[in-house]
């Protein structure tokens, strides 16, 4: 079954303080892993497609990595209107669905 | 561009209530289309998803149902609604192209069942 966790479920950070997010995912051949913004009351917002290990993807203070068994999301000097829910998806060659995980919940206090 | 609608935005429905929510997906053809769940500071649960008019895939047995009358437009229902349907619903929409095939959020609706 395939399955995705992150950690850690909650991150509080200091304006400016760098840190990363982690997404470790198990499935029966990676089509593509995702990466989300979700504000509070809001759908999620698209931030990144990765494909396949070493790949690495960059926006703003925000850079996606991938290895095979898991995905980690850096944010370099962190500004309060990056807090938001940071969700992680998997999907897989064989299939039209995505797998989310739970989300890390980032606080960046000004 | 393309851009997805859905509504209500927010709705309060009393126990044993029908529900219909509509999602319409502007600025593209033949897309897939999902129907997510999300509880209170919970990860989105997949509840249907669709590959083309009149196809419907189930993800969990439960109290709703999905349909695709037309290309762009996907709906969820049920006859019957529990204490347990509330929360925030997702549509999503996404192609298979070239390999890019992420999906894409409406604005969610919230649903509260009394």
């Known amino acids: 079954e395939d399955q995705v966790t992150q950690s850690p479920e909650a991150l509080r950070l200091q304006e400016g303080e760098s840190s990363s997010l982690n997404c470790s995912y198990t499935?029966?051949?990676?089509?593509?892993l995702f990466w989300y913004r979700q504000d509070p009351g809001k759908g999620p917002e698209f931030l990144f497609t990765?494909?396949?290990a070493g790949e690495e993807k960059e926006k703003e203070r925000l850079k996606a990595t991938l290895t095979k068994k898991e995905s980690f999301l850096h944010i370099t000097a962190p500004k309060p209107e990056d807090s938001a829910t940071y969700l992680c998806?998997?999907?897989?060659?064989?299939?039209?669905?995505?797998?989310f995980g739970p989300g890390t919940r980032l606080s960046v206090l000004p | 561009s393309q851009t997805i609608h859905q509504w209500p935005a927010t709705l309060v429905q009393p126990v044993g209530s029908p529900l219909s929510l509509e999602c319409t997906v502007e600025?593209?053809?033949?897309?897939?289309l999902y129907w997510y769940r999300q509880a209170a500071g919970r990860g989105l649960q997949l509840l249907f998803y669709?590959?083309?008019?009149?196809?419907i895939s189930s993800e969990v047995p439960q109290n709703l149902s999905a349909s695709r009358p037309q290309d762009r437009q996907f709906i969820l229902s049920s006859k019957k609604l529990l204490l347990s349907d509330s929360g925030f619903y997702l549509c999503?929409?996404?192609?298979?192209?070239?390999?890019?095939?992420?999906?894409?959020f409406g604005p969610g609706t919230r649903l509260t069942v009394l």
């Open positions: 998806a998997v999907q897989a060659n064989y299939g039209q669905n995505f797998v």
């Open positions: 999503a929409w996404s192609l298979l192209a070239g390999g890019s095939n992420e999906q894409f």
């Open positions: 669709s590959v083309g008019i009149g196809q």
């Open positions: 990765l494909y396949s």
């Open positions: 600025g593209t053809s033949n897309p897939n």
């Open positions: 499935v029966s051949g990676l089509r593509g």
